[in-house]
């Protein structure tokens, strides 16, 4: 309990920590209007993750997905859509490399991650060095959204998905580190 | 869920005595194109997005790592705009 308590004291105040969760192949972002970073891991490699996101109102904020920075994960390069109302509407090229329908009426952004210079990012929080496809700022409709997590290359591997930057830590926020911790440690 | 609040408590404290030794932090020239550009697609689809974050005082603009996020989040916000539609407002313009 002492080890527990000192280590969110030294997490809250120093880094600009997102509140930390952790994927199952659905899940819901109770308030996507706070910063948070998702855990997910993609066991077979052909899974899909849907984050589910419903803003009260139009919202402006910044995505991006990060992959352990390590020679073993090199070549994992999962793939980012998001996908709701007031997006473009996918090209038939993009929609046949996406993992799942578009809804009727709904656009998309996609990244997949397909860059040759990766940017290289130093997580403050647990202190790793991460891949990611960079900060990308994206305004997005009130109502549900979603962000849809795959690897095209079907390998496994383990994702961060990091969203938002107003903090909110109450309520237990970082219990979900501890319970989880395989995954935010490496 | 006590610990919730001395723990939003110690982190306010301890911001405000980091905040005063640094000097404020200004939103970067592509945050502010960003803004103005979503601000007028907002007018042209009748709408309001809520942008706080990006603007003066915001959650951006609390440490250099958060404000450096926020940057290249707006950069490529705007590329992104430019590239994928082709009925943007001037605000929008390079």
């Known amino acids: ?186 | 869920m006590r610990r919730g609040p001395r723990i939003s408590g110690l982190s306010a404290t301890l911001a405000l005595l980091v905040g005063a030794c640094g000097a404020p932090i200004e939103p970067t020239p592509d945050c502010d194109a960003f803004v103005a550009c979503t601000t007028a697609r907002d007018v042209q689809q009748g709408i309001t997005t809520d942008m706080v974050r990006f603007q003066p005082g915001g959650a951006c603009w609390g440490n250099p790592e958060i404000a450096g996020l926020c940057d290249r989040g707006c950069r490529s916000g705007m590329a992104w705009l430019r590239d994928a539609f082709t009925d943007l407002p001037r605000e929008c313009a390079p």
């Open chain 1, 1 to 186: 309990m002492r080890t527990a308590l000192l280590l969110m004291l030294l997490l809250v105040p120093e880094a600009s920590a997102h509140r930390p969760s952790t994927a199952d192949a659905v899940t819901t972002i109770d308030d996507p209007t706070v910063s948070w970073v998702v855990n997910g891991e993609l066991h077979d490699g052909d899974e899909v993750f849907r984050v589910k996101l419903d803003f009260p109102h139009p919202f402006a904020l910044p995505f991006e997905l990060m992959t352990e920075h390590r020679a073993g994960a090199a070549d994992f390069r999962p793939a980012l859509a998001i996908v709701g109302p007031g997006l473009p509407p996918a090209s038939d090229e993009v929609a046949a490399r996406l993992p799942l329908p578009v809804p009727e009426g709904w656009g998309v952004y996609v990244d997949f991650n397909e860059a040759t210079d990766r940017e290289v990012y130093f997580e403050q929080v647990m202190r790793r060095t991460m891949y990611t496809t960079g900060s990308f700022a994206i305004a997005l409709r009130e109502g549900p959204n979603e962000v849809w997590i795959w690897n095209p290359d079907e390998t496994p591997g383990d994702w961060q998905l990091g969203l938002g930057v107003e903090e909110d830590f109450t309520g237990g926020a970082f219990s979900d580190i501890f319970s989880h911790w395989g995954q935010y440690a490496y």
